[in-house]
C-alpha cells in the first residue's frame, strides 16, 4: 500500500511541467491564512535564487482532501488552535509517508495546540530537533548554528523539530523563529532587510530540500 501510495504522488507531482506549493487550511479556529504575503514572497524568492518554477499563487488545500497529494511541500501557519478529524489524520499521515512534506511554523500561541495533532498523525514518532548539521542547515544557503531567529516573541531559543521517515525528513515544526514574518512583505513587520533576507533563504532551504530528495 504504501509502494503505492508513494507511486500515486509521483505521478501526480510530475504529471504538470509547473510546481506549486500549497497552504494547509485545517480546523480549530487557528488563523490558517495568517501571513498572506508569506507564501507569496518565498516563492518569488526561491524562483529567482534556486531556479525553481512553481507557480506564483499558492494554493490552499484542507488536511482531508485528496488534493492534498498534489503539493509537494504544504505549509501551515497561524496563532491559535489546530484541529484534524481522524479522515485528515490518516490522510495526512498517508500524504506524509507517501513522500509528501509539511512545514508548520508558528506564528506565536500555537505550540500547545500543534503538538498535540502531530501526535495524532505519527503516534509512534518522536518530534525530536533537528541537528545544525542536516542537510536543511547546509544549503543552498548555509545556517551553520541551525535554525535562526527571526521574530521575537518570548525570548526562547529558535528550534526547528522534525519527523523523520526511514531517513527522511517528512515534517519540519519550526518554533520561536516565526519564518513567515520574515517572508512577509517589508511593511507588515518593519524587519530589516537582513533579517527578511535570512528568513527567505531559510525557507529556500526548506523548499530546495523537498524538491531535491
Known amino acids: 500500500m504504501k509502494y503505492i501510495l508513494s507511486l500515486i504522488f509521483f505521478l501526480i507531482f510530475f504529471a504538470s511541467n509547473a510546481q506549486e506549493i500549497a497552504l494547509l487550511k485545517y480546523s ?31 494554493a490552499t488545500v484542507e488536511p482531508g482532501s485528496s488534493d492534498l497529494f498534489s503539493y509537494p511541500f504544504v505549509h501551515l501557519t497561524g496563532h491559535g488552535n489546530v484541529v484534524f478529524n481522524d479522515n485528515e489524520v490518516k490522510n495526512l499521515r498517508d500524504y ?35 541537528p545544525s548539521t542536516h542537510k536543511i542547515f547546509q544549503g543552498p544557503f548555509s545556517f551553520p548554528n541551525g535554525i535562526p531567529k527571526i521574530h521575537e516573541h518570548e525570548k526562547q531559543k529558535p528550534q526547528a523539530f522534525g519527523i523523520f521517515i526511514e531517513g527522511r525528513l517528512a515534517l519540519v515544526y519550526t518554533f520561536e523563529t516565526d519564518l513567515g514574518d520574515g517572508w512577509e512583505d517589508e511593511e507588515v513587520h518593519n524587519n530589516p532587510k537582513e533579517v527578511r533576507e535570512k528568513a527567505l533563504k531559510m525557507g529556500a532551504n526548506l523548499v530546495h530540500y523537498v524538491f531535491v530528495n
Not at 526561491?46 to 512553481?54: D, P, R, V
Not at 506524509?96 to 495524532?120: P, V
Open 28 to 58: 480549530g479556529g487557528g488563523d490558517w491564512y495568517g501571513n498572506p504575503t508569506s507564501l507569496p514572497n518565498l516563492i518569488k524568492f526561491c524562483n529567482q535564487n534556486i531556479n525553481t518554477k512553481i507557480k506564483l499563487k499558492p
Open 96 to 130: 506524509l509517508t507517501s513522500g509528501g512534506f509539511l512545514h508548520i511554523d508558528d506564528n506565536y500561541g500555537m505550540d500547545k495546540y500543534i503538538r498535540k495533532e502531530i501526535k495524532k498523525i505519527f503516534p509512534n514518532n518522536e518530534l525530536i530537533e533537528i
